[in-house]
């Protein structure tokens, strides 16, 4: 596609409910990864993914958290059991990287989640 | 314990001046470092990337230092308009096969007409 694509754009859930977040990469970037951004806070570093493999899973705030990508392309963040701190945007970006090293990542708009 | 440091707080400048925003960091060894824009309700956008070996880059009106000694880079926005307020995100990128990339909380600037 043109740009990264993340959906929902928008999610409103109740509190103990799961939700799914997906974003689909520019095509053959290789490296895929989640941040969180709370109101007024910087990005939280979530997970990355190099092709299908998440050599880093330090940043899941919690078990309730985990992550997929398959065939190389779209990643799936799923929160379980949902809790009113999980209220925030979460961003995906995308990167083709160069020389060994990352270089630019290209964001998509986000998905909002809100947790009532 | 790993940081990045951005000031926390609004920058607010004249039309016309030189904005320089800062980024400082502890106990990292990045292999290169990025800045970024996020307007509102947006997702991030790159601007410039330097490497640990390089001491500046400019495009356009930007320009970015990196002093691996000092632990620091600035970001300079010169000739600055209306346009260029938003919110500035340095991010570190680590070497070799270890691709995590980290954000400050980013530094908002304000440009007043």
């Known amino acids: 596609g043109a740009g990264v694509s993340q959906s929902p754009s928008n999610k409103v859930t109740e509190k103990g409910k799961d939700v799914e977040l997906r974003c689909d990469p520019i095509s053959g970037h290789t490296a895929l990864y989640w941040y969180r951004q709370s109101l007024g806070q910087g990005l939280e570093f979530l997970i990355y993914?190099?092709?299908?493999?998440?050599?880093?899973k330090s940043g899941l705030p919690s078990d309730r958290f985990s992550a997929e990508r398959t065939g190389g392309s779209v990643s799936t963040l799923t929160i379980q059991r949902t809790q009113q701190e999980d209220s925030a945007v979460y961003l995906c970006a995308s990167s083709l990287p160069k020389g060994g090293i990352i270089g630019e990542l290209f964001f998509g708009e986000g998905s909002r989640l809100t947790v009532l | 314990s790993q940081k990045i440091e951005q000031n926390s707080e609004a920058l607010n400048i004249q039309e016309g001046k030189t904005a320089t925003l800062t980024c400082n960091y502890t106990?990292?060894?990045?292999?290169?470092l990025q800045w970024y824009r996020q307007d509102p309700g947006r997702g991030p956008v790159f601007l410039l990337l330097?490497?640990?070996?390089?001491k500046e880059k400019r495009k356009e009106r930007l320009k970015v230092t990196f002093d691996t000694t000092l632990k620091q880079s600035l970001f300079h926005i010169t000739a600055s308009q209306p346009a260029d307020s938003a919110t500035y995100l340095c991010?570190?990128?680590?070497?070799?096969?270890?691709?995590?990339?980290?954000f400050g909380i980013g530094t908002k600037l304000q440009v007043i007409p």
């Open positions: 993914f190099q092709g299908n493999s998440a050599p880093d």
């Open positions: 330097i490497r640990e070996n390089e």
């Open positions: 106990n990292y060894s990045p292999a290169y």
């Open positions: 991010a570190l990128g680590e070497s070799g096969g270890y691709q995590k990339v980290t």
